[in-house]
């Protein structure tokens, strides 16, 4: 708690005492002035750093008027480092410690919007490249801000980051003011961006990825308290702009009803800090007082904002990507460069074997032939053409890969779409199911009319109809969702146009060659090329490489998986039944109690060799097992190949003889796929089958209407991808019937043609079956959004029967639904024998349990056991060890540039810092308590964005609507030399 006391506040004015400016505020937490840099941190910043590296972006942002010690909280001195420090140390520890487990890949960037005088627009200015000149925001399609050609520094070394950003820190504007001597004159940014990716996946592939921005903003000022004149008054004026914009936000979004426009477009910074503020982040908000009683009104603007901030929600959601979908995409890039390098091979073999093209053999050809021999200007330009040939190869492979990159958020449009339809669809068809209700008992009334005199339950009117806010917010998304939907394929389009303009422009390069060098120039020029595109196929395809592997890793965890949840659904079967048993005293046939003894003692053997079993079968898998490499579309192996000694990777890539290539793609083939096209063996054989794999990994919703006639069209989008959905469970399940060890010798057995005929028999009538799904799911007449029946009714629609038919049971388990009617058979006592398929033995005497309540003796330790263990390891991960504190010292003490920046001990510009105003109080306010997206406890996974985990999505969407924050609390705290004055207020 803050207590806020007016210094003019006369307390003998009885006049004005029901007019007193005094005031309470309410914070997470407050710091006096005995507060450490180390219990600032701790209470700020450190819880963000779990859920950075598992996928949740985070904020830090120190708030607060010129000279209160805004630096000093985020960067700190070498003997006591601020916040920057601290979370970066805290976060490769935490990265050092889950490494066994996570692979992850850190970069950071570090930048200042300033307001240039001649540039009315403020800029952004990168700190670790002060030389890239004035670079500008760009916000992608997910509405996330990027700084377009920022340097981002990639590392996982603290020390590292540290020396940067001890550089970078000293290329930020600060000049000395009346206020601080060391003023900052610009919001300083950084930014880490965490991405992390389990070694051992389950068939849910994931990539996390997160930010966290870090932000020293500058200090709000009067300018008659700095005194400033000419080109700092000019900066304060901007400087303040910015932070009204700022406030202007923090206004809106802390506003009641929440539906006011948040303008974000105001300044730079509050662009930047979009996400921060009413996005997806979680965030924390320092804000910095000082309790000098001249500085009163900037105090209790300071205040009024953090206690404006504290009523902002915000949306938290892990940043997912599908990583199966990123194989496909490298898959395409791949055969792409090959067909390129295929394309130059042709021309040096037309080259070398001497037969010149028909329009190369005009006359000017051979005179340039002539020139290129005898002149050295001919060889600059042939340099000269060498580079720029190098430059528009290196330009299509940057267009390729923003195009992928555009693809990949196009997904995740998609899935997003998906999930607000489903949310719509789902209130409809509740709204519906109300409304015939009502109507039903409307007519069961009007029918005894002559029970009229009684008093009626059913109310008068349909109940009511008013969209609930979830599905609001969904119609809402929709809305940006096709908007950016638009932007992409706008983009996606200029890009395709860019790249068909460089691949003519290189096309048109390559024609010059002939006719400026000798053959062997140009063979060597041409040979140089088909190395550059190698060298981008050889990363290409070890990164695809990379993914596969872990692919077949994540199957084989999934099956491991799957059986587990069989075992503790089997457990749980058993031990139910066993303390049914022991509570009603009942009699066990002996073989029944020798079988549940034997059980005991196999359980954890059986168990264990069941996972070495499948960890066989994936390291064998992964040990015979490479990349299938793709096919050339056209033509067979180049015969100049094998005479290359320079391609030693392409000889390497071809050599393997037909049959190698098959055996290794079976081991490759990971075995669970659901559908004939989608199988890993051809997703590298060509781009073709990467977009088809695309299709059949993600469901594609039709363009988006929100209102109109098209909507019609959407909810049978969603069914098909339902319907997909509940092909790839069936296929899934289907496979998991087999034993790990029949799996291992299945990868080795070929196929017969009958075999294969069969497969594609049962393939032809799913394909059939789905297709006439969607064309029945496409008849249903709806004008609203979405038709009726949804995929969520299983009374209604023919595709949801087949999603929870097919469900796997694990995910049926994991929605927490009640055990099929089997299992609930054969948990009743009455059924304890017969669901063994054996009655008692007329001749064997029963005995009663002779290990009472064996099971939960028995197990719950070893359950309690694994449980602990698994929580030990977890908060391992990120237990607080307390030598942040030191390590923090002994890493800044390296670095001396800092003294300069923000010691008030040391002296700027050979002069000793005047006495300041001393910073004194610290407020932190957690603009919002996020709770994360449901986390699944019996995967670990959380109900993401994946199309696989549509099942769970579903039973989220019908739970209600998206987590929001408790109420938040705020605290806040003195600190500084000034803290003895607090008694003035
Ligand atoms: N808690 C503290 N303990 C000791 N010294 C402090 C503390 N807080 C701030 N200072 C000192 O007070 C001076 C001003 O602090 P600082 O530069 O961090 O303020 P600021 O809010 O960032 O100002 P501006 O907005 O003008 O950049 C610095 O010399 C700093 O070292």
């Not at 010690?69 to 050092?96: H, W």
């Not at 900052?184 to 592939?205: M, P």
């Not at 008013?466 to 969904?474: K, R």
């Amino acid at each position: 708690m803050v207590l806020l006391k007016d210094p003019l506040e006369d307390p003998d004015d009885v006049l004005r005492a029901h007019r007193s400016r005094e005031k309470t505020y309410m914070f997470d937490v407050a710091f006096d002035y005995t507060a450490t840099q180390e219990e600032v941190y701790r209470a700020t910043t450190k819880g963000l750093i779990e859920g950075l590296i598992s996928g949740y972006n985070a904020t830090v942002f120190a708030y607060g008027p010129t000279g209160c010690g805004k630096t000093y909280t985020m960067l700190g001195t070498d003997k006591e480092p601020g916040i920057y420090v601290r979370t970066l140390n805290d976060l490769f520890k935490a990265i050092e410690e889950t490494s066994d487990d996570m692979q992850y890949s850190v970069s950071m960037s570090y930048l200042e919007p300033i307001s240039a005088l001649q540039i009315y627009n403020e800029m952004i200015r990168d700190l670790l490249n002060p030389a890239s000149g004035f670079l500008d925001l760009r916000e992608d399609s997910k509405g996330e801000i990027q700084v377009a050609g920022i340097t981002e520094v990639s590392t996982i070394n603290a020390r590292e980051i540290m020396e940067l950003l001890m550089k970078g820190n000293k290329q930020r504007t600060q000049e000395p003011t009346a206020a601080n001597q060391t003023s900052s004159r610009s919001h300083a940014v950084l930014q880490v961006a965490v991405k992390q990716q389990s070694r051992c996946r389950d068939i849910l592939q994931e990539v996390r990825f997160a930010r966290l921005f870090m932000i020293d903003l500058a200090g709000s000022e009067r300018a008659a308290q700095t005194q400033n004149r000419g080109q700092r008054l000019k900066e304060g004026a901007h400087i303040n702009r910015s932070l009204l914009a700022l406030g202007n936000c923090i206004n809106a979004l802390s506003e009641k009803n929440g539906n006011k426009y948040v303008n974000y477009r105001d300044s730079k910074l509050t662009r930047l800090l979009k996400d921060s503020l009413g996005g997806n982040s979680r965030t924390v908000m320092i804000a910095h007082i000082s309790p000098a009683s001249l500085a009163f009104e900037e105090s209790r603007n300071t205040l009024t904002y953090a206690d404006r901030a504290k009523s902002i929600r915000t949306r938290v959601k892990r940043n997912l990507l599908n990583v199966s979908y990123h194989i496909a995409q490298y898959t395409s890039i791949i055969s792409e460069l090959r067909s390129e390098i295929q394309r130059l091979r042709n021309k040096i073999a037309d080259q070398a074997s001497g037969q010149p093209n028909p329009d190369r053999t005009d006359i000017r050809h051979v005179q340039a032939e002539v020139q290129a021999h005898s002149t050295q200007q001919s060889r600059a330009e042939m340099e000269q053409l060498r580079e720029q040939l190098i430059e528009a190869f290196r330009q299509q492979m940057e267009i390729r890969k923003h195009l992928m990159e555009l693809d990949n958020t196009n997904m995740e449009i998609q899935i997003d779409t998906s999930k607000h339809l489903l949310t719509i669809a789902d209130w409809e068809q509740e709204r519906s199911r109300h409304c015939k209700k009502w109507q039903g008992e409307r007519r069961k009334e009007s029918f005894h009319k002559d029970d009229s005199e009684k008093d009626s339950d059913t109310p008068e009117s349909p109940p009511d109809s008013t969209e609930p806010q979830e599905v609001a917010m969904a119609r809402e998304n929709l809305v940006t969702l096709m908007t950016d939907q638009k932007k992409i394929s706008k983009q996606k389009a200029g890009l395709e146009r860019q790249l068909g303009e460089l691949r003519e422009r290189a096309r048109r390069l390559e024609e010059l060659l002939p006719r400026r060098v000798s053959s062997d120039e140009q063979r060597e020029v041409l040979g140089l090329l088909c190395k550059v595109h190698e060298l981008e196929i050889e990363n290409a395809e070890m990164q695809s490489h990379a993914l596969l592997k872990d692919n077949v890793i994540r199957q084989k965890d999934a099956v491991v998986q799957r059986f587990e949840q069989h075992r503790q659904l089997c457990h749980e079967i058993i031990r139910q039944q066993r303390r049914f048993i022991d509570d009603h005293n009942l009699l066990v046939p002996p073989h029944l109690q020798e079988l549940y003894e034997l059980y005991i003692r196999d359980l954890d053997e059986r168990n264990l060799s069941r996972v070495v079993a499948l960890d066989k079968v994936a390291i064998h898998t992964l040990k015979e097992g490479s990349l299938p490499k793709i096919a050339l579309p056209s033509r067979g192996r180049d015969p100049l190949q094998e005479l290359d000694s320079d391609q030693e990777s392409i000889r390497t890539l071809g050599s393997e003889t037909r049959q190698e290539r098959v055996k290794v793609r079976r081991h490759t083939l990971p075995p669970i796929l659901p559908e004939p096209d989608s199988d890993n063996n051809r997703v590298f054989k060509s781009s073709t089958h990467a977009k088809q794999m695309k299709k059949s990994v993600v469901m594609t919703p039709p363009p988006i209407h929100i209102s109109g006639h098209g909507n019609r069209e959407l909810l049978p989008s969603a069914l098909e991808g339902a319907l997909s959905y509940s092909l790839l469970s069936h296929s899934v399940s289907s496979h998991l019937d087999s034993s790990p060890e029949s799996s291992e010798h299945g990868t080795e057995a070929p196929l017969t043609p009958k075999e294969r005929q069969q497969i594609l028999r049962g393939m032809h009538s799913i394909v059939v079956k789905s297709a006439r799904r969607r064309s029945k799911a496409l008849e249903i007449d709806a004008l609203r959004l979405p038709p009726p029946p949804s995929p969520l009714d299983p009374k209604n629609n023919k595709s949801s029967l087949s999603l929870s038919e097919a469900s796997p049971k694990g995910l049926v388990l994991r929605r927490g639904r009640q055990p099929s009617p089997e299992l609930r058979h054969a948990t009743s006592d009455d059924n304890l024998s017969s669901s063994t398929g054996e009655g008692p033995a007329p001749n064997s005497t029963w005995t009663r349990p002779r290990n009472r309540q064996a099971m939960p003796r028995n197990n719950a330790p070893r359950e309690q056991d694994f449980e602990a263990r698994r929580r030990k390891r977890r908060s391992r991960s990120f237990e607080v060890t307390g030598q942040a504190l030191t390590q923090g010292k002994s890493t800044s003490q390296r670095f001396r540039p800092l003294d300069s920046t923000s010691d008030p001990h040391l002296h700027i510009n050979g002069q000793p810092p005047a006495p300041l105003l001393r910073p004194q109080y610290r407020v932190a306010a957690h603009l919002s308590k996020v709770r994360p997206s449901p986390i699944n406890h019996q995967t670990g996974s959380v109900a993401d964005t994946s199309l696989a985990n549509l099942p769970a999505q579903l039973s989220n969407l019908k739970r209600g609507p998206q987590t929001r924050h408790p109420q938040p609390v705020l605290y806040v705290t003195t600190t500084g030399a000034g803290g003895q004055r607090i008694r003035k207020h």
